[in-house]
């Protein structure tokens, strides 16, 4: 399985092209809207077929590019059973697996950034989304966020992967690309094993953020898979 | 061999922490001045010892990190022998190799973006500065730059290595990590299989690109490590 990071400047999202080299099958996870001209012309030049978007949460930060790649690549839009996303195609939860070529890639439930995240497991590498950042985690104020939840989710779900297992986060915002399971469990400053459950929940709750500029935008339009039309009719995996 | 890619965003420039996992020796290729405290707590974190820096080539758009590291890390500062950089502990040029653990890197001379590029090979990955780029490459309007040897230095250095190779730039500005050689032969709009010597000098000599706005204290302030102080004692590698 070949993976390929790709990061928007303007929300510091990155989205991982993923395939499989002997089908040249592909998913893309987390897609933004804006990249979506760059992202099609490198699926183009790879000569791979876009099967899947995947997202980790319902973003409130950026656009999904989920609805247009349908439009333009045909491919299925995923998303958690959970999440109210009322136009993808199909629903999934902790413990399915989605076939992509000859490989597959496992779903991990890891909910407390929303109610609904989702973590994808491929290969010896684990695509957070906004549960698992490197050094810190996404904010639990807002979209059901909960942070008890989403301590139990990293420690129980993803600090029980092996130690080696190389972290693909939603977001940077330092210039970093990658960390690792075990980087994390040493270093990690909200959700490292020196920090207790209180020691988090506390953390989480003095972080006074400001909501996320583009939040009135995203949210209701991610809902829609960031395209007007109808909604779809979503099956299960 | 571990790799890790480090983003400068006011720059738009990489930086690549490599290193040998049996010995934790590692390399710094193009570290930038403004990330040091980043980088070194990440060494610091991984439990490595920063053994060299390693520059592609004199840069003309940050500041480089190398002086820095080197007083805070003790590590040592490794530029090409043509490149003017009296602040420096070791001169290489193409052909040479860095013992790093138990591991080596390659040095292959590519100029023409300056007068005195190198580019990295490691296991199967390639780190070409601003010679090679994603779909681009670094211009030749300054710094003794020439169009013709760096079409020359792409052809017959970068793309007679195995398609596969990852590619690792100095530079992008639109969110891609990395490329391989088969996809910059068959995609690079300056330099791919289909473009002769002729539309490649023609490509450049167009660009009509505004000087980078940092050059004037990058370049002299490069020649120094990126710090004051006395020249070091040059030795070979």
Chains 1, 2 share one sequence.
Not at 43 to 67: F, N, P
Not at 190 to 209: A, E, P, Q, T, W
């Amino acid at each position: 399985m070949q993976i390929r990071q790709l990061f928007d400047p303007e929300s510091s999202t990155f989205s991982y092209l993923v395939w499989d080299n002997s089908t040249r099958e592909a998913a893309l996870i987390d897609p933004v809207q804006s990249q979506v001209h760059r992202d099609i012309q490198l699926i183009r030049e790879l000569r791979l077929i876009l099967k899947y978007t995947l997202e980790t949460h319902v973003h409130a930060d950026h656009v999904t590019g989920s609805g247009v790649l349908r439009q333009k690549l045909n491919s299925i839009v995923v998303v958690h059973e959970d999440s109210q996303t009322k136009c993808a195609d199909v629903q999934i939860k902790g413990g399915d697996f989605i076939p992509l070529g000859t490989k597959r890639i496992n779903v991990i439930n890891t909910p407390g950034h929303t109610n609904s995240d989702i973590s994808y497991l491929v290969n010896g590498a684990v695509f957070t989304g906004d549960s698992l950042l490197i050094r810190g985690c996404g904010r639990t104020d807002f979209q059901s966020g909960n942070a008890s939840l989403l301590y139990q989710s990293v420690r129980q779900q993803l600090f029980t992967l092996p130690g080696d297992t190389l972290v693909y986060p939603g977001h940077d915002y330092k210039g970093r690309c990658c960390s690792t399971i075990a980087e994390e469990m040493a270093h990690n400053p909200r959700l490292g094993l020196d920090k207790s459950l209180d020691d988090f929940v506390d953390i989480m709750s003095n972080l006074k953020l400001a909501p996320p500029k583009h939040i009135h935008e995203a949210l209701p339009s991610n809902l829609r898979c960031g395209v007007s039309g109808k909604d779809t009719a979503i099956t299960r995996l």
